[in-house]
């Protein structure tokens, strides 16, 4: 499990506020990404990137910024655009195009939970 | 889209007795389907995936089968114990947009294994 870490673990905002997510690696993956967990709505992808300095949005951008300005970290920016943002974010990484047991797995942190006051 | 569904949403089985999730995806061209296990509380972990040059693999426990043709693949767990209880997520990955890395997960199946 070790290898990719996310802060803080719970996070609560005002209305009109925005929030950075932090997540980082020492996988030396290229690529990471961004999940939003919903109940009963598996994982949605917010964002991802493959390199660094290359971003591209997911399924559910809206209301969302990230920047990936080194390798090993990727902040998700959960801007007052987004009108209902309380959810548990995960963050993956994985090596695209490695072979072997490890092909394609993503490497989840352990979530941030944000809540809206 | 592309997309996964995944049933059932829940799944209590008894202790010792084998339970069955199953996925259907949309894009043919999808070509590596991991299954994730999450307990309550943690980050999803992967449990057991197939390539879509395979049919069947076993890893102890757990299997999962490949039906390329219905583009379906299913996770068995035998012998089930109380601390296989968690939300199992299946997912797809195929080239979507150029991105080759991507996956698309199913809405996940809660087990509850009664002892």
């Known amino acids: 499990d070790g290898g990719i870490t996310q802060s803080p673990k719970y996070l609560f905002r005002k209305e009109g506020q925005n929030v950075t997510l932090s997540c980082e690696q020492n996988?030396?993956?290229?690529?990471m990404y961004w999940y939003r967990q919903d109940p009963g709505q598996g994982l949605r992808l917010i964002y991802y990137?493959?390199?660094?300095?290359?971003?591209q949005k997911g399924d559910i951008a809206e209301g969302y910024s990230v920047s990936r300005e080194k390798k090993e970290s990727f902040p998700l920016t959960v801007t007052s655009a987004q009108k209902n943002p309380t959810a548990f974010y995960l963050c993956?990484?994985?090596?695209?195009?490695?072979?072997?047991?490890?092909?394609?797995?993503?490497?989840f942190g352990p979530g941030t939970r944000l809540t809206v006051l | 889209g592309e997309n996964v569904e995944q049933h059932p949403s829940t799944l209590s089985v008894q202790e010792g007795d084998s339970a069955v999730i199953k996925c259907t995806y949309s894009?043919?061209?999808?070509?590596?389907f991991p299954w994730y296990k999450q307990e309550l509380g943690k980050r999803p972990q992967l449990i057991i995936d197939?390539?879509?040059?395979?049919g069947e693999k076993k890893d102890q426990r757990i299997a999962v089968t490949l039906n390329k043709t219905a583009k379906h693949f299913s996770l068995h767990i035998t012998e089930t114990q109380p601390e296989d209880s968690a939300v199992y997520f299946c997912?797809?990955?195929?080239?979507?947009?150029?991105?080759?890395?991507?996956?698309?997960f199913g809405t996940g199946t809660l087990l509850a294994v009664q002892p």
């Open positions: 993956a990484s994985s090596q695209p195009g490695l072979a072997g047991p490890s092909y394609n797995e993503q490497f």
């Open positions: 996988l030396n993956h290229d690529a």
């Open positions: 894009d043919s061209a999808s070509n590596y």
């Open positions: 997912a797809a990955r195929g080239h979507y947009g150029g991105a080759t890395n991507k996956l698309i």
């Open positions: 990137s493959q390199i660094v300095n290359d971003f």
């Open positions: 197939i390539r879509s040059n395979v």
